[in-house]
Structure formats: C-alpha cells, structure tokens
C-alpha cells in the first residue's frame, strides 16, 4: 500500500472549506431559518498562490432571516493598502478570488416505526449501492460520466445512495447535494481483520482515527449525507466477542466528536440482534438479513450461512431503533439475456440448470435470479410490505461495477446491477420503476420476441408495470387480463403459458379502470444497418467534458435487432473529437475499453467521445454487410 506525504493513497481526501462547521440551528424550522454571515479577506502570497493566515479585512457580522426564495444582503469594508490590478510592466495585475461553499437546510428525523423524516415528511428509501468507478471511464472522477449516472438513477426512481465502501469523490456528493439524493456515507471495508491479502486492515490500527476524522470534516456540511457509516461486512462480526463491540464504540465516539448531528451505524449481515456488535449501532443496518439468507424453497439445497427472515427479530431487538437494508437483493441478470425454462419461484439461485448462460457468462434476465445469499427485486418488495416499520433499503447495486465477477469467472464484473457498466438498463430497471414510480404510467415486457429456433414453444411473458391491471395480445389474439393480485408473492404480470410465435406482443396496462401505459414488441428481421444516438451533441470543448453515443445495429423497419453483435468500427471522420472509449456492457467482453473496434452486444454499443478543442466532429460507426451511420457532434 503506497503513502505519499505519509499518508494512504486512495483512500480519503481533503476539502478546505471556509464555512465553518455548523452543527445545528436552534433557530430553524419549517417555515424560515436565522443565519450569521460572516465574511473576510485575505492577502494572496503572490510567489505561492496561497492566502495569508490573517485576514486584512472584515465585513461587518449580519444577522439574516431566511423565508424562502431568495434573500440578499450588501455590505462594504476598507481594505487598507490593496494590492491593485493594472497592466504589466509598470504594474502588476493582482487579482481577488471569491470562495462561495453552498449549504443547504433540512432537518432529518429517524422514527423506529416510520423511518426515515425529511422536513417533516416521511421517505421511504428507494436506494442503491454505488462502487466510485465510472465503467470504460475508470475510477478517476469524470462530472459528466457522475451525471449521467445520478440522472439515470432519478428516473429510476431512487432517492438514496450508499457510498460502498470508501469515501467518494466530493465532486460527487456536490452532485447528491444539487440533485437531492440521501447519501449513506461509508468509509471501511475491514478492520483488523483482512477480506483480502493486501487491504486497508494492514494499516487500520494507524489510520482508522486520522481517516475517520478526515473524511467527517471534509463531508459534514453536505446537506445530501445523512448517515455515517464506519464498516461493511467486518469480519470481526463473527467472533461474536467484545472486540468488536470495542472498536464500534470507537469509531462511533470519533463521529460523534466531529458531528453531533448525525447517527452513525455499521453494516452486518451476520451478527444476530443479541450480538454484542449489533448492541453498538444506533442504527440497524442488515444486509440481506431482512428477508433472509439462502431463504425459501428454491434456497433449501444449499449450505452455509443460514438465516430466516430477520426484520422481525431485530425490531423486536432494538424497537427503538430505526432499521435499514443497507445491501439487498444480490440479484443477477445479463442484459437481453434469457434462458428456459423459467423458474416457477418468486426467488430462486442461479445454477447450472436453472437461470445460468454458460454461452454468454450471464443470468437469465427474467429477473428471478438471486446469488446464493440474494432474493429476487419480488421477494423484496414483499418482505418490505410485510415489514412497514423498516425504513427502505439499497439494492446491490445501481450500476454494474469493475471487478467482484460472479456468477462466472473470468468475467470483469458482476451481474449485479440495475443497471449495465456501459448505461444500458437491464430488464430489472423497469420492475424497480414500476415500484418506485407508482404514478407514472410505464410498462416493460420481457423477453424481447425474436427466437428463430423457439416456435410452438413455451416462451413465458412477464410485464413490469405501474399499473393495477394489464392485458397481453400476441399477434392480435388476446392472452388475457390479469389484476396485479393474480400471482401472490410476484410484482409483475405473468404469462407463463405463451408459445413464441414470430410476430408481435403488445400489452395494455389499466390503473383504477382507465387505460394506463402500453409496450410493444416484435420480431426483428436481418440486421441491415447501424444508427447513432448521442445522449447530447453539444459538449465543452476541454478534454474532460463527453458525449456517449449509442450504436444500435437495426431491420430495415429500424427495431433494434436483439440477437446481434456486429463488429463495429468507430472513428472521427472529421474535426477535433476523440474516442476516449467504447463498451458493449457485456462482462466477459475483454477487449480494452480504448479499444475503437467492439462487438455489439444484443444490438448496442457504446462510445464516449472528448474533444480538446473547439470546432464540429463527425463520428462514423461501420460494420461490414451493414449500412454505416455517421452524426455531427460540436464542441464549443
């Protein structure tokens, strides 16, 4: 592990800000709040470029009360002896800097029966779990890649994230603060105990109290973060002894010294409720424990650790206490993907028999399949039903992630996410939507309807909706309507009996009567083309602002063709742009990201182009036997 300037590389930063730290303000409330400004200046050192200790001047201390909208002050002060700006030689253009740091009020109550209270209101935590990398990116911050993905996790629906499990980049949580997201702010992965030959146990002893310490004082006045946390999945938790018990209480004392105001916790997903560990958390965050561990009749054949559902047990614990799902779900899927038969449980584990695509080293993307300690997106809802008292949770994850491959090996990464590493939505995105967006109209079927070799055979369709009630028609002739109620412990509607047949499924979904949302699907022809969709065709012209463009291989009626994956070629044809990179989001595609030439991976490809400089770039994607396909991106 490298120090540099004594200090461990890569795993906190520092953020000097001139606000000082506030811990609460009695004066606030609903309706306005009273605020001190207090301003200063300071002499610049012109050889450094770094402000003297001592201010030269200060404005007068205001008192302001803040109702809402926007309120304005002035002030003014004497400066004596300015440094003043004029031109070279004769004189020297000295320059002012203003530092403006923004803040934001709330108010945020944990309620043992109801959760989580922001200003009042109660919200349900719709979460995910995000790992720091940016995919084909890397894991150095990039704004416009952090964007893209915060934006896709609002119109998923979610409203909280956990940083898992290091400090993010503050850049980020500047991000969550303007977006508003509720963020878990986490910081250890191990203790004293390793997960791994070379993590940061070797060095815990030494830096647990000057990271800690570091990454609360960096952090505390983000409005989006609010909860600490100082551990994942510590192994200590097994021991069951005092001295994890001990070293909670430490690093809780440690927040509690730094910032008053916020509860802290740590994750388990093995401690039971009378743990001597799960006794230190002041609030309980279980990882899959809530519905519990290789759990239900698809679960019964395997070994290893064994849970019941455990919301009940912990609630009964600790009824003074507010409990979250800090990690749910472990569900896998591949992106298009899908094998047959189809699981009849609402939950089951992938295996070689049941969900798993040796072919493509993925799982079945009906949605069903779970890691061996996971539960399907259906069994969660409905242990979250069965438990109102619980506070929400966060799926692993939001986006897939760089490394911890699984189910296969010699992978990249995960099956976890919601979401693939190159942006594209997993089939699991819409059955999340459809419970996190209640009141808007959407519906998703699955699978896609092109299978050359399936016909007259039972090719099960499944609909993820927000609506009450849907309707399937396949080729016209109705499959019938079915009421959300009709598959108890599932929270999709299910077709299990339909028969492929090229064609077309449409579905008509209904919400208290009234027609809601359709969807359709067809049957694609031979690929004939490509087409490029860029997510914006204007950037900023400095080399770290980017464009992702979708390639879509498509018919000649322009449906993406799902079975296809094309080589494509991508360049510049003209002007300053550049292709950073390229992504199919298929993890056991091996082929370097800054690679310009990549398959397509059920129809889709993706290219992130920069520029340095200003001026108009035509970016061409060609694949042999297809039609190429060019767009104009400016960068100014």
Same mark, same amino acid.
């Given at each position: ?7 461990? @590389? ?6 000097? #800000?001139?606000?000082?730290?506030? =811990? $609460?303000?009695?004066?606030? &409330?609903?309706? %306005? ?9 300071? /002499? ?17 201390? %205001? ?9 304005? #002050? &002035? ?45 009042? +209101? ?7 779990? %995000? ?29 909280? !994230? ?8 503050? +850049?980020?949580?500047?991000?969550? =603060? ?8 986490? !910081? ?44 994942? /999945? ?11 018990? /001990?070293? $909670? ?8 010294? +730094? ?24 609030? !309980? ?84 399949? #779970?890691? %061996? ?12 039903? +069965? ?6 949770? @966060? ?68 609909? @993820? ?49 009234? /027609?809601?949302?359709? =969807? ?14 860029? =997510? ?31 080589? !494509?070629?991508? $360049? ?34 993706? #290219? ?8 108009? $770039? ?19």
């Amino acid at each position: 592990m490298d120090l540099v300037g004594g200090w461990p @590389f890569g795993h906190n930063s520092f953020r000097l #800000t001139f606000q000082a730290f506030k =811990d $609460s303000m009695p004066e606030a &409330n609903e309706t %306005q709040t009273t605020v001190t400004i207090i301003s200063e200046v300071f /002499e610049l050192d012109s050889a450094t470029g770094q402000r003297r200790p001592a201010p030269v001047a200060k404005f007068p201390r %205001q008192t302001l009360n803040l109702a809402g909208n926007e309120t304005a #002050t &002035n002030s003014s002060v004497i400066i004596n002896s300015p440094k003043l700006w004029g031109p070279p030689p004769l004189q020297k253009p000295g320059l002012s800097e203003i530092v403006t740091t923004l803040f934001g009020i709330r108010s945020v109550v944990f309620d043992p029966n109801k959760g989580i209270i922001v200003n009042g +209101e109660h919200v349900y935590l719709q979460g995910v779990n %995000q790992h720091h990398d940016l995919g084909a990116l890397g894991a150095a911050y990039n704004h416009r890649a952090a964007v893209r993905q915060l934006e896709t996790l609002q119109e998923l629906g979610a409203n909280a !994230i956990r940083l898992s499990h290091n400090p993010p980049a503050p +850049e980020l949580l500047d991000l969550t =603060d303007q977006m508003g997201f509720l963020v878990i702010n986490e !910081i250890f992965d191990s203790w004293f105990e390793g997960k791994a030959d070379i993590d940061f146990h070797l060095i815990f002893e030494d830096w647990r109290e000057p990271d800690l310490r570091a990454l609360i004082r960096r952090d505390r006045n983000h409005p989006s973060v609010i909860l600490w946390s100082y551990g994942n /999945e510590v192994k200590e938790q097994s021991s069951d002894d005092e001295g994890a018990a /001990e070293i $909670s209480v430490y690093l809780r004392d440690i927040c509690h010294q +730094e910032d008053s105001t916020r509860l802290t916790t740590s994750a388990i997903h093995f401690s039971s409720p009378n743990s001597s560990l799960a006794q230190t958390l002041e609030l !309980i965050s279980i990882n899959y424990q809530g519905e519990g561990i290789r759990y239900g009749p698809a679960y019964e054949y395997l070994t290893g650790n064994k849970k019941t559902p455990q919301y009940d047990a912990f609630h009964e614990a600790f009824p003074n206490r507010v409990i979250t799902s800090s990690e749910y779900a472990s569900s896998l899927s591949l992106r298009g993907s899908f094998s047959f038969p189809v699981t009849p449980y609402n939950s089951a584990p992938v295996n070689s028999t049941d969900g798993d695509i040796p072919n493509e080293k993925g799982v079945s993307a009906y949605e069903l399949y #779970t890691a %061996q300690a996971g539960s399907s997106p259906d069994r969660v809802f409905l242990a979250q039903d +069965e438990h109102p008292y619980v506070s929400g949770g @966060f799926v692993w994850t939001g986006w897939d992630y760089i490394g911890e491959p699984y189910y296969h090996k010699g992978t990249r990464s995960g099956n976890w996410g919601i979401v693939a590493l190159a942006g594209f939505k997993k089939e699991r995105f819409w059955l999340y939507q459809a419970r996190w967006r209640p009141n808007f109209p959407m519906a998703h079927i699955v699978p896609h309807w092109t299978w050359p070799n399936r016909t007259g055979d039972i090719t099960p369709v499944h609909v @993820f909706s927000s609506g009450d009630e849907a309707e399937l028609f396949v080729n016209g002739e109705s499959k019938g309507r079915r009421a959300r109620e009709s598959d108890p412990g599932f929270y999709r509607f299910k077709w299990d009996d339909v028969k492929y047949e090229p064609g077309e499924v449409h579905v008509v979904t209904y919400k208290d009567g009234r /027609e809601w949302a359709n =969807d359709t699907v067809r049957t694609t022809g031979d690929a004939v083309g490509l087409r490029l969709k860029a =997510d914006r065709d204007k950037i900023v012209a400095d080399g770290e602002d980017v464009s992702f463009i979708t390639v879509e291989v498509v018919d000649a009626d322009g449906n993406v063709a799902p079975l296809a994956n094309n080589i !494509i070629s991508m $360049s510049v044809a003209s002007g300053p742009g550049e292709i950073v990179a390229t992504d199919n989001g298929h993890p056991g595609d091996f082929a370097a990201f800054t690679s310009k030439e990549r398959k397509a991976f059920h129809g889709v490809l993706l #290219t992130i182009v920069k520029s340095n400089s200003a001026g108009d $770039s035509i970016i061409t994607a060609n694949s042999t036997g297809l039609k190429s396909a060019s767009l104009s991106l400016v960068a100014t």
